[in-house]
């Protein structure tokens, strides 16, 4: 990288990279004007140099302006031209309200495009972001959740959305973790605090370089420990400038440690670790296995359900883990399974008592007639014994049935 001085900086100056100042520490994204706050904090600290691979430029707006700001962040960090999309690949597979942007899905999607808008905040610099809007995204999200709770599931599993990869993570996470919360019963002002810290805990990511977040391949060591630097920048974030403190604040930094201390960044082990991190550990590892990635394709539902059983209280605390399991179910709920007759079918509902058996709607019946989502062919495996699941199916699998 090149060294630049510090007292060449003037406000409004421009990088077509990431100015750092040190390895570990961003001190604007690429494309983010310096403001005059950044240089008065670099001479308070007393650093002569900030580095970057980036040329040079000037702002018309001198660093003043928000919007220029979040605009150039959206550019340079989540891909110019990202918006929600929707992946309609089957119309058996999805449901009849993100076809006709209706019910619980223009909720979900506002809340990823929300989430977003917070995400440039962060990227952008400090005191950008602002923590009224996080509480009421999180409030937002928990109402909803309470009120379509098998909805919110099912477009997680069904990989309906594209587009704003981190904000829809984020989103993702902090659904999934509010079940696990609420599952075990914590108080209402514990759940909100987990929900927040889900939203934040990979807010340090956001001031990572794109080319490491995106990089197809395994990690260089310095890159490695780039990425690993994220719960620090993350905690920064949550307490310095969003002005978090105490619980959320534990729990993006403590988010990738381990029930049996192997973990990071600072190796502690089992009931050490903040409850929220815990139980965001778990959203955190469920939701990144069935998403798709750069770096490879996304997994069913039932066979992330699987890989999360076989930890054996290694990555996570075994008491939340089987809550995971009572409100996920084996087959989680928006699943998509084949039955021993052939019928292919969504799981609507769970029973902790019989997860093997859950209550299913038919997509697609033995004779291959495919029923809209309306018409509402429900069926509970519990009471009909002569059928059962023999596997659950991936969405090209589904999509490759009318080929």
């Known amino acids: 990288m090149?060294?630049?001085?510090?007292?060449?900086l003037k406000p409004g100056m421009v990088f077509s990279e990431p100015v750092y100042i040190d390895e570990n520490n961003i001190l604007v994204p690429a494309k983010t004007p310096i403001r005059q706050k950044d240089l008065?904090?670099?001479?308070?600290?007393?650093?002569?140099?900030?580095?970057?691979?980036?040329?040079?430029?000037?702002?018309?707006?001198?660093?003043?302006?928000?919007?220029?700001?979040l605009a150039a962040a959206q550019s340079s960090?989540?891909?110019?031209?990202?918006?929600?999309?929707?992946?309609?690949?089957?119309?058996?597979?999805?449901?009849?309200?993100?076809?006709?942007n209706r019910g619980a899905y223009p909720v979900y999607t506002a809340l990823i495009e929300r989430m977003n808008i917070e995400l440039l905040r962060i990227a952008a610099g400090e005191n950008v972001a602002d923590s009224e809007s996080i509480n009421a995204i999180s409030m937002q999200l928990l109402q909803a959740v309470r009120e379509k709770r098998e909805r919110f599931v099912g477009f997680i599993l069904g990989g309906e959305v594209r587009g704003y990869e981190m904000a829809k993570s984020s989103i993702n996470t902090a659904i999934l973790s509010a079940l696990i919360a609420q599952e075990v019963k914590l108080p209402t002002y514990k759940v909100n605090n987990i929900v927040i810290g889900a939203l934040l805990h990979d807010a340090g990511m956001s001031r990572l370089p794109k080319e490491i977040l995106d990089k197809r391949g395994g990690l260089s060591d310095a890159e490695r420990q780039r990425m690993r630097s994220h719960p620090l920048i993350a905690h920064k974030i949550a307490t310095k400038e969003l002005k978090y403190q105490g619980e959320v604040g534990n729990i993006v930094l403590q988010h990738h440690e381990r029930w049996d201390g192997e973990g990071y960044p600072d190796r502690i082990a089992g009931d050490k670790i903040e409850i929220g991190a815990r139980i965001v550990s778990i959203a955190d590892a469920f939701e990144a296995m069935v998403s798709h990635k750069p770096y490879r394709t996304s997994m069913v539902g039932y066979q992330a359900m699987k890989n999360i059983l076989a930890d054996n209280s290694r990555r996570f605390d075994p008491s939340l883990l089987k809550a995971f399991i009572l409100t996920m179910g084996i087959y989680p709920i928006g699943s998509i399974v084949r039955l021993n007759n052939g019928v292919i079918a969504r799981v609507s509902d769970t029973r902790a008592s019989a997860p093997l058996r859950p209550r299913i709607q038919v997509l697609i019946d033995a004779n291959k007639k495919v029923f809209k989502h309306e018409e509402g062919n429900y069926i509970d495996l519990l009471a009909e014994k002569s059928m059962y699941i023999t596997k659950a199916m991936t969405v090209k699998e589904l999509s490759e049935l009318d080929e």
Do not use: C
């Open 2 to 8: 090149k060294s630049i001085t510090v007292s060449s």
């Open 40 to 69: 008065d904090n670099l001479q308070a600290w007393g650093i002569e140099y900030v580095q970057t691979n980036g040329d040079p430029g000037m702002s018309d707006v001198g660093g003043t302006n928000i919007e220029d700001v």
């Open 77 to 100: 960090r989540f891909g110019s031209g990202s918006s929600i999309k929707t992946n309609k690949t089957n119309p058996a597979l999805l449901l009849l309200d993100v076809h006709e």
